[in-house]
C-alpha cells in the first residue's frame, strides 16, 4: 500500500496567515493526489484534485502544488471558517490512502 | 443539488451483520463510480470499498475483505454495504461518496460525501 505522510499533524495561525502544508507518498503517484477539509463534525469537502485543480465553487485562497513525491496545500490568507482538518489522498494504487491529517486552528 | 444520504448505522454485536444504504439524488447516479469511506471516532479517514457504474468492478480494503460487501441498485439510486463478521475495529462512521468518472481508478477523487452513518460494534 501507498504511504502517506502529512507535515505538520497540527498548526496555529493567525488571520490573514499565509500556511502550508505537506503531503509525501511513499512511493511515485503521478499527481493522483487530492486535498479535503474537514470541520468537525461534518463530512469531507474536497478542495484540490488532482495536486494543483481547485474544485468549483472553492475559493481561490485554496491552492495545491507538487515537486516529485511532495505535494504542498497553501491557504494564502487564512480565514476563521478555514479552521479544520486537513487530509491528502491518493489514487495512484488500490487502496486509495489518505495523509494522516492537519489540523489548523486559529493561534 | 447532489445529496447522498446514508442510514442503517447502530449499535451492533461483534460478529453480527449490518447494511448499510447510500440513497443517491442530484445527479445522474448511474454513471458514476461510489465508494464508502469511514473514520474510528477520533481518528483519520479510511477507504473502504468502491464499484464501478454499473456495478461489474469492486474493490476492497485488505481490512475488510472477504467480509463487506459493496452493492448497488441503479433503479433506486442507492448504494449498499452489506457487513457481516464486525468486529469492534469496525466502530466508525461510515460516509458514502461520489467519485469523478465511472470507472473506479479513473478521477478517484470523492466530489460529494454524505453526512454520514454511525455503527457502533459493541458488546
Known amino acids: 500500500d501507498i504511504q502517506m505522510t502529512q507535515s505538520p499533524s497540527s498548526l496555529s495561525a493567525s488571520v490573514g496567515d499565509r500556511i502550508t502544508i505537506t503531503c509525501q507518498a511513499s512511493q511515485d503517484i503521478s499527481n493522483f493526489l487530492n486535498w479535503y477539509q474537514q470541520k468537525p463534525g461534518k463530512a469531507p469537502k474536497l478542495l484540490i484534485y488532482?495536486?494543483?485543480n481547485l474544485e468549483t465553487g472553492v475559493p481561490s485562497r485554496f491552492g495545491g502544488s507538487s515537486s516529485g513525491t511532495d505535494f504542498t496545500f497553501t491557504i494564502s490568507s487564512l480565514q476563521p471558517e478555514d479552521i479544520a482538518t486537513y487530509y491528502c489522498q491518493q489514487y495512484e494504487n488500490l487502496p486509495f490512502t489518505f495523509g494522516p491529517g492537519t489540523k489548523v486552528d486559529l493561534k | 443539488e447532489v445529496q447522498l444520504l446514508e442510514s442503517g448505522g447502530r449499535l451492533v454485536q461483534p460478529g453480527g451483520s449490518l447494511r448499510l444504504s447510500c440513497t443517491a439524488s442530484?445527479?445522474?447516479?448511474?454513471?458514476?463510480?461510489m465508494s464508502w469511506v469511514r473514520q474510528a471516532p477520533g481518528k483519520g479517514l479510511e477507504w473502504v470499498a468502491a464499484m464501478s457504474r454499473r456495478g461489474g468492478t469492486t474493490y476492497y480494503a485488505d481490512s475488510v475483505k472477504g467480509r463487506f460487501t459493496i452493492s448497488r441498485d441503479n433503479s433506486k439510486n442507492t448504494l449498499y454495504l452489506q457487513m457481516n463478521s464486525l468486529r469492534d475495529e469496525d466502530t466508525a462512521v461510515y460516509y458514502c461518496?461520489?467519485?469523478?468518472?465511472?470507472?473506479?481508478?479513473?478521477?478517484?477523487?470523492?466530489?460529494?460525501w454524505g453526512p454520514g452513518t454511525l455503527v457502533t460494534v459493541s458488546s
Open positions: 488532482d495536486a494543483s
Open positions: 442530484g445527479f445522474t447516479f448511474n454513471i458514476y463510480a
Open positions: 461518496a461520489k467519485q469523478g468518472a465511472e470507472v473506479v481508478v479513473i478521477n478517484a477523487y470523492f466530489d460529494y
